[in-house]
């Protein structure tokens, strides 16, 4: 994280939506591990006797990787901070990578190219922001008289259930997790004395950002100065397009084709003209409209005759819930025109057609937001295109994870029925990387932002707080704990910029004091 950017992670890790229940794909949990023991492998072949003592811990405790303050990282910490910065990236976007970065995720990270580096440079400025904010959150705590969290500090167990629950994708105990991931110089001491540090700095954290008085002036003010962010629109639109004549210089010895521009200049002139006839039937149609019900009509009208059985429905003229703070819309930014009334019509140029707009309404949605706690018992059907050993065995594992939750649910039930002790329950047992660590909770998520099952559940009229139940979705059997309906969705989108930028400001007065320094020997021992 770099600086402020603790409030993003927040952020991130307490909204939810249904791709956070997308848990990586068996083949890419494989080849991470693959990734993993290739990079071990590399590790004790061709580095020397100095470099095989490093890298086995005999020397990886002893060398200095970076130094914030006071305080001296060492070589494992930070190949740790590093590993775990890795294994994120590839859990959470390993498709993007793969996808969008060319990335070969059978390759090690360090030698595929990243912008004007390698993905290597990326991770090691990740490690160092995330060590840099870590510690000197850290360091305030100690300055203020926190204590190193415990082995009963609730933040702390939450960080350790997040380890276990991130081996448990790759079907590994912790202890087999730690050696895949971070090497043999690392062990299970090492993992709990990091999150013991990260907890203290955590806590620290979260009573600063509690002890921020957000007033509902200052959300109704946050939503004034910024309404394009949070606004929404509706409004009818239909197309006229027009070509954009392109001149091409012919070969040698060769003429322009029959009707093609001449030159340039020619060229821009037909343009114009495309452009005034598209203007012209979109003024027609733009003078004919009475009002909404008007608009769908002359659709139909105009529309030529590959369209006809499109705008034959008269949702197809319809955008409802437009973003206004869209940049790439001609169309939204003149709907986001302050002076813009209900009924207004217009035509607007968007670069290939005059588009006829007219104009329903702009409205601050008002959608519901709920908090909960789940535990998750992951397991999933096979795909049609399985064998049939494939589903046999994903049948047993629905059929074993229903009898685990079922079992959880009933030792739930055998105790006492409080928040707290849902929340132990999850961080002992919940699949869920995601949410684990805070006790399988999800703040003040929106209404549809949930896989439909969770969905349905969360947001049935009838939800109460305490009401718990089993809920089977596409990624396995959940046991959820209704905490309690929220604000409305802008609201809590309010109430988290205004702390965000109140935690920014404080971080970087903090930050000062505490001066980095990088160690780059040891840190290449991260690979």
């Known amino acids: 994280m770099g600086k402020g950017s603790r409030n993003r992670q927040t952020t991130m890790s307490e909204q939810v939506n249904a791709s956070r229940y997308t848990a990586p794909k068996k083949s890419v949990g494989k080849t991470i591990r693959n990734v993993l023991i290739g990079l071990l492998v590399a590790a004790f072949v061709g580095v020397g006797i100095f470099g095989l003592l490093s890298t086995t811990g005999v020397l990886m405790d002893k060398l200095t990787a970076f130094e914030i303050g006071d305080q001296k990282i060492s070589a494992l910490d930070y190949k740790i901070y590093y590993k775990t910065a890795e294994i994120n990236l590839i859990n959470q976007y390993g498709s993007t990578l793969q996808t969008y970065y060319g ?17 290597g440079d990326y991770l090691h400025s990740s490690t160092k922001s995330k060590l840099t904010e870590t510690y000197t959150l850290y360091l305030e705590a100690l300055a203020n008289g926190y ?33 895949a991931v971070y090497g043999s110089a690392a062990d299970l001491s090492d993992l709990q004395r990091i999150a013991k540090i990260e907890a203290t700095a955590d ?10 008085k957000i007033s509902d002036t200052d959300i109704q003010n946050y939503y004034s100065a910024n309404k394009l962010t949070f606004d929404k629109a509706d409004y009818r639109s239909f197309d006229f397009p027009y ?21 340039e200049e020619e060229a ?57 703070s869209s940049t790439n819309s001609k169309v939204v930014t003149w709907c986001a025109d302050d002076s813009r009334n209900a009924g207004d019509k217009g035509t607007v ?25 789940h535990i998750l018992i992951k397991a999933t059907a096979a795909s049609e295109n399985a064998t049939a050993e494939e589903k046999a065995k994903a049948e047993t594992a629905l059929t074993d994870a229903k009898a685990k939750i079922e079992e959880i649910n009933k030792e739930w039930e055998s105790g006492e029925k409080t928040e707290d002790r849902f929340a132990q329950l999850a961080m002992k ?11 399988g909770l999800y703040k003040d998520f ?54 965000n930028s109140a935690y920014s400001e404080y971080y970087k007065g903090i930050s000062t004091k505490y001066a980095t320094a990088d160690h780059n020997y040891a840190q290449s021992l991260a690979y």
Do not use: C
Request: proline share 2%; net charge negative; hydrophobic share 30%.
């Open 103 to 119: 990335v070969d995720l059978t390759k090690p990270l360090e030698t595929q190219a990243y912008g004007d580096g390698t993905w």
């Open 147 to 179: 204590e190193l969290a415990g082995d009963e500090d609730p933040i702390y167990q939450g960080k350790m259930a997040e380890y276990r629950a991130t081996a448990a994708l790759y079907n590994m105990d912790l202890d087999k997790y730690i050696n």
């Open 203 to 212: 806590k620290y954290y979260n009573d600063y950002t509690e002890s921020l």
């Open 243 to 263: 070509e954009t004549v392109k001149y091409t210089a012919p070969a040698e010895g060769k003429t322009v084709e029959e009707g093609k521009p001449k030159s």
């Open 268 to 324: 821009t002139t037909m343009t114009q003209a495309n452009i005034a006839a598209a203007q012209a039937k979109a003024d027609e149609f733009l003078s004919k409209i009475t009002d909404e019900a008007s608009f769908s009509s002359l659709a139909k009208e105009y529309a030529n005759a590959n369209d006809a059985d499109k705008y034959a429905d008269d949702s197809a003229t319809l955008t409802t819930n437009a973003d206004l």
């Open 349 to 373: 140029d968007s670069g290939s057609s005059i588009t006829v707009v007219y104009f329903i309404n702009r409205y601050l949605p008002e959608v519901s937001t709920a908090t909960t706690r």
């Open 429 to 439: 047992y919940s699949d869920d990387a995601g949410s684990v660590q805070k006790g």
């Open 446 to 499: 929106s209404e549809g932002s949930m896989v439909a099952e969770f969905n349905d559940w969360v947001f049935d009229s009838s939800r109460k707080s305490g009401d718990t139940g089993i809920v089977k979705t596409t990624y396995g059997y959940h046991l959820i704990y209704f905490v309690g309906n929220g604000d409305y969705a802008w609201k809590v989108s309010a109430r988290t910029s205004l702390i």
